[in-house]
């Protein structure tokens, strides 16, 4: 065999994993059912590999941009926030889009309203994550939840996959209440159960602003901040140093949030708080349909383009090693 085989075989050999790559590549565009209507918005379809990465959720948690997203080999950025992209051009070159929101776009094309029988609270406990630890005891939740109004009743509470694994759910299940899970984060159904579960009820409530208070809020079921703040300890990653992690409350979006949101809703959600979860669902400012389709399938050929030549230069690497 010539001094060339051994080559060949190994270039044959490398392109199956430099070319034909996973469906979805980067894990942000994909969590919590992003991809599926993400796709749907875009006019893409669900063979193509979708190339783009996008802040984990609607919000504005500086000092984004995280270093897991300015690393990222997607050709294009993504936020839900007009600021967060402002921010992330002042730093990067790389193409930065408002991400109109999947989940409002999904609601809208399912029509999914509050039931006319909606009643009580959804209560949606502050999950961990696999470095965050949230050690407030379900004892305390306990405590504050029964001293809820009467008309906050009965009370659902929502546990996060993370925290279902970890058997959280059980606990409060032993005092009593109905747990329930919009699922595992990875599974394209995510969406429409996360509205369905919301939707069975008059109340939302938590004791930390996440998405679904923003959610909550654009589909006009009253949303607050009730009971004391989550006692989080960081294990230490990339994003986030080791010790007790306190530094989100401290930010201007958190700030505003508790500002409108703080102890019980009315009965209704309020001009201002539809306002705000609007500008954060990048519903005012968010790409359009038509401006979304190019944006992906440019991303799809730049992607693939990247894939091409990293193919061939490991093809010539053994060839310009042996100069």
């Not at 991400?99 to 009580?120: D, K, M, Q, W």
């Not at 939840?145 to 058997?167: M, N, Q, W, Y």
């Not at 059980?170 to 939707?199: C, H, M």
Request: hydrophobic share 30%; aromatic share 16%; proline share 7%.
């Amino acid at each position: 065999m010539s001094s060339a085989g051994p080559k060949l075989i190994h270039f044959l050999q490398k392109i199956p994993q430099r070319l034909i790559y996973p469906i979805n590549p980067y894990w942000t565009a994909n969590i919590y059912g992003f991809g599926k209507w993400i796709r749907r918005y875009g006019y893409y379809p669900p063979c193509l590999p979708l190339c783009i990465y996008t802040d984990h959720g609607p919000a504005d948690p500086e000092p984004s941009p995280y270093p897991h997203e300015l690393h990222s080999s997607s050709p294009v950025q993504f936020y839900h926030a007009k600021s967060a992209v402002t921010r992330w051009k002042d730093i990067s070159r790389k193409p930065c889009y408002i991400l109109y929101s999947p989940f409002v776009f999904a609601r809208h094309t399912l029509g999914i309203e509050r039931n006319n029988s909606a009643h009580g609270t959804i209560y949606f406990v502050a999950h961990s994550t696999s470095s965050l630890q949230e050690n407030k005891a379900a004892d305390t939740y306990h405590q504050e939840l029964s001293a809820l109004p009467e008309r906050f009743t009965p009370i659902t509470i929502c546990v996060h996959i993370h925290d279902v694994r970890k058997g959280l759910d059980r606990k409060y299940l032993d005092r009593g209440y109905r747990v329930v899970t919009a699922g595992d984060s990875l599974d394209q159904r995510f969406t429409e159960r996360f509205y369905r579960l919301l939707g069975q009820h008059k109340y939302a409530l938590s004791n930390l602003f996440g998405s679904y208070g923003l959610y909550s809020t654009e589909m006009g079921i009253p949303f607050g901040l009730y009971g004391t703040a989550p006692e989080y300890y960081s294990q230490g990653d990339s994003n986030n140093k080791k010790g007790e992690y306190t530094s989100y409350r401290n930010t201007p979006y958190y700030q505003r949030a508790i500002e409108l949101y703080d102890g019980v809703p009315d009965e209704s959600v309020t001009p201002d708080q539809l306002e705000f979860s609007r500008y954060y669902l990048g519903m005012n400012d968010g790409i359009t349909r038509a401006e979304m389709a190019r944006v992906l399938y440019k991303s799809l050929y730049v992607w693939a383009a990247d894939r091409i030549i990293s193919c061939f230069k490991t093809w010539f690497q053994p060839f310009n090693a042996a100069r």
